[in-house]
């Protein structure tokens, strides 16, 4: 069965990067797009940006764009993603998620457990 | 200011029928593009409800559906039960931003 198993929370101080792992299992890696959402305290869910795990192609949103880098490895199905230059509004549970690749906007059907990522001085 | 709008809040009673709406424009769901819908229960990941605006994934009760027309689509819940009660998110392409965008969610009460 698919599983997306993220690294674990981290406490980062402002102007710092964190950097959060993705590992999928269950699937061929290159099959999928992986995106990344976030949600801080209180708010909604926040689309970061996506990788094409087959060539590394990404595409971030505008409101990122400059802060944050989506990598992945292909030989052990882990992707990547840092955001640099934090700031307490970063504080967020981060989530990876998948996106079959079929032409047109599918859903994210798989998602990992979430990663909590606190900046704090 | 979420690119898509949703209601902050429904409630219902056990049993009874909710709507929530996701409004959005002509460069998302206007321009045609899939909306999706999640549950989204505290302390777990978000759980795929409703693909391409009116179909569930297997798993998923037909208490739950979705429509779309124009600029906007809905989720309809019906025989509400307490464990719908959760935060409900939809989800399209948006063309002017060429990216995902979500809805800002909706808190679900069941009464």
């Known amino acids: 069965q698919v599983q997306l198993v993220q690294s674990g929370a981290e406490v980062k101080k402002p102007g710092a990067s964190v950097k959060v792992s993705c590992k999928a299992s269950g699937y061929t890696f290159t099959s999928y797009y992986m995106h990344w959402v976030r949600q801080a305290p209180g708010q909604g869910l926040e689309w970061m940006g996506i990788i094409n795990p087959s060539n590394g192609d990404t595409n971030y949103a505008q409101k990122f764009q400059g802060r944050v880098t989506m990598t992945r490895d292909t030989s052990t199905s882990t992707v990547y993603m840092e955001l640099s230059s934090l700031r307490s509004e970063d504080t967020a549970v981060y989530y990876c998620a998948t996106e079959r690749i079929l032409g047109g906007y599918q859903p994210l059907d798989y998602w990992g457990q979430g990663t909590l990522v606190t900046v704090s001085s | 200011q979420s690119v898509l709008t949703q209601p902050p809040s429904v409630s219902g009673a056990p049993g009874q029928r909710v709507t929530i709406s996701c409004t959005g424009s002509s460069s998302n769901i206007g321009a045609g593009y899939d909306v999706h819908w999640y549950q989204h229960l505290p302390g777990t990941a978000p759980n795929l409800l409703i693909y391409a605006s009116s179909n569930r994934p297997s798993g998923v009760p037909d208490r739950f559906s979705g429509s779309k027309s124009g600029t906007s689509a809905s989720l309809a819940i019906t025989g509400l039960q307490a464990e719908d009660e959760a935060d409900y998110y939809c989800?399209?392409?948006?063309?002017?931003?060429?990216?995902?965008?979500f809805g800002g969610g909706t808190k679900l009460t069941v009464l």
């Open positions: 989800q399209s392409y948006d063309s002017s931003l060429s990216g995902w965008v």
